[in-house]
């Protein structure tokens, strides 16, 4: 085990964390996207999809136990890229103590100077979400099992709503900068392949917040409800 | 010299003044009178510090060894970029011509934890050397001299190698840096050797000795802003960093470690 404690000081093995961490967390935001696409589809396909994740597994594995399989996962990937996370940004605060009178950024973006602040939104947005969606605590009219109606009930209040909306502008932007990143992390290049990198990671960003962002103004304009 | 230009310009340089390096430092605004488009900045500068000797006052303290972008001495950061505004060109190559007459500028020691101001634009970049040492050597046999072009090697490997071997190590990529890192320069001295076939032997041994260091000195970590790329008068690409960060993963994987005494030696504390 120490080797791993020792390797883990290292910036460039912690971007390695980071960036697997990031690209099982990106497969969970993709899927989750995906299968909230079937609210569109109305309350059976809804509930029949949320019911359908906890039979994931089946011969194998009983009702709802690959679910937790899965949970546990995220929540190992969860914590270690919060921890890299927290440990670089220290890291490279210390780095560079003293800032330029003048400053002139050339080839950053707000994307990828933000990726700490992005992150912590997201954060605090997961907590409330799990909070309102899956364990209903902190939802007005929480009926569990079905999925449908909390989620309409749940966005028709413009602040949640509004809430839901900027997290996922913040994870927009994280992706942007993320999801072509990790593959120059992991050492994952080639004059070919940049190119191609930057445009999954657009295409992926745009992709998921676009779609995300559409479920709370789905249920406020009436396309949903 | 074709091309010149006969109208003088002045400029309002604001600079960092630090007499050593414990004390503290501040910024200090000089006038740049009748300065020549033709000038380079630090022609310029020995201008100023001209004129602030004959006025009995301390010179402003730059480094500088050539004057013809080979030697990386000249390093400052020029209204927030590192060698100022001109791409792939180092602060020794930057013509006047590209300010204009009544510019205010802004000129600062490159900042660093790993690079402590020594004096004004001066700091210690010796912190380099010891990455270099820690991996920038190959195993030959002693002996007669082999025969040239006795071992093979790829023109793309070469010409590879060469790129990396571009680096003349003046700290731009740190200081332009927001992480303070210096996984630019570091990767450009893995990839030099680590390309060619002379190279191999050491290859997993050199990165992990190199990163080793690096990270010892107190360099951070690479977030992929890419602002290195940008300033690099040498122009080398960070596609050098990913390489850097597959061996990195490869030394890793099959067991390497550091060198005994690597990254223990950290001269600035
Ligand atoms: C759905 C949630 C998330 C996804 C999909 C995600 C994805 C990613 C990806 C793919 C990267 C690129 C890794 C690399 O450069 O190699 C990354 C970097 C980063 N993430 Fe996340 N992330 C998420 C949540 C978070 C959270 C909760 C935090 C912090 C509280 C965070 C902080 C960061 C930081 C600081 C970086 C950049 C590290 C650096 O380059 O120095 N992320 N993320
Ligand atoms: S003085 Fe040698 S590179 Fe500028």
């Given amino acids: ?225 | 010299m074709g091309g010149t230009s006969s109208a003088t310009m002045n400029l309002k340089l604001h600079v960092w003044r630090q007499s050593g390096p414990q004390s503290g430092g501040e910024m200090v605004t000089y006038e740049a009178r009748d300065v020549s488009p033709d000038m380079s900045f630090l022609e310029m500068l020995d201008v100023v510090n001209e004129r602030l000797i004959e006025a009995g006052n301390e010179p402003i303290a730059f480094d500088h060894d050539c004057r013809e972008g080979i030697c990386g001495m000249c390093g400052m950061m020029i209204n927030g970029v590192a060698h100022g505004p001109e791409g792939g060109t180092t602060t020794c190559q930057l013509h006047m011509r590209h300010f204009e007459d009544g510019d205010e500028v802004w000129i600062e020691p490159w900042r660093s934890a790993a690079f402590p101001v020594v004096k004004d634009l001066v700091v210690d970049r010796s912190a380099f050397d010891r990455i270099v040492s820690a991996g920038g050597y190959i195993s030959v046999n002693t002996g007669s001299a082999p025969d040239a072009n006795e071992i093979p090697v790829p023109k793309v490997d070469a010409d590879q190698a060469f790129d990396a071997a571009a680096c003349i190590g003046c700290g731009a990529c740190v200081a332009q840096c927001p992480n303070g890192a210096a996984q630019l320069f570091t990767s450009a001295k893995v990839a030099h050797l680590g390309v060619l076939p002379q190279g191999q032997p050491e290859r997993w041994q050199r990165v992990m000795d190199m990163v080793t260091q690096m990270e010892a000195e107190g360099f951070g970590g690479c977030s992929n802003h890419y602002e290195c790329e940008a300033v690099c008068p040498k122009e080398i690409s960070t596609d050098f960093i990913a390489r850097m960060n597959r061996d990195y993963l490869k030394a890793t994987a099959k067991g390497r470690k550091a060198s005994p005494g690597t990254g223990q030696s950290i001269g600035n504390g």
């Fill in chain 1, 1 to 225: 085990m120490g080797w791993i404690l020792d390797l883990y000081r290292s910036a460039v093995f912690k971007k390695y964390v980071m960036a697997v961490t990031g690209m099982m967390l990106f497969g969970f935001v993709l899927s989750h996207m995906t299968g909230n696409l079937k609210a569109y589809a109305g309350p059976e396909e809804f509930n029949h999809y949320a019911e359908g994740l906890r039979e994931l597994g089946k011969p194998i594995f009983g009702h709802g136990q690959f679910l937790w399989v899965m949970r546990t996962g995220l929540l190992i990937a969860v914590g270690l890229h919060i921890w890299s996370a927290f440990a670089l940004s220290k890291h490279n605060r210390e780095a560079r103590p003293e800032r330029y009178v003048r400053e002139r950024h050339q080839k950053s973006t707000y994307a990828s100077r933000t990726m700490i602040w992005g992150g912590v939104i997201v954060l605090l947005f997961v907590v409330y979400h799990l909070l309102h969606l899956t364990f209903g605590t902190v939802h007005a009219d929480f009926i569990p099992g079905d999925v449908y109606h909390n989620f309409v009930v749940g966005f028709q209040s413009p602040v949640i709503s509004g809430f839901y909306i900027l997290a996922n502008v913040a994870l927009g932007f994280h992706l942007y900068h993320g999801l072509w990143s990790m593959f120059q992390s992991l050492g994952w290049n080639g004059s070919r392949f940049n190119d191609l990198r930057k445009k999954f990671a657009v295409a992926f960003a745009l992709v998921i917040s676009v779609a995300n962002i559409s479920f709370p103004i789905a249920v406020l304009t009436g396309a949903i409800g």
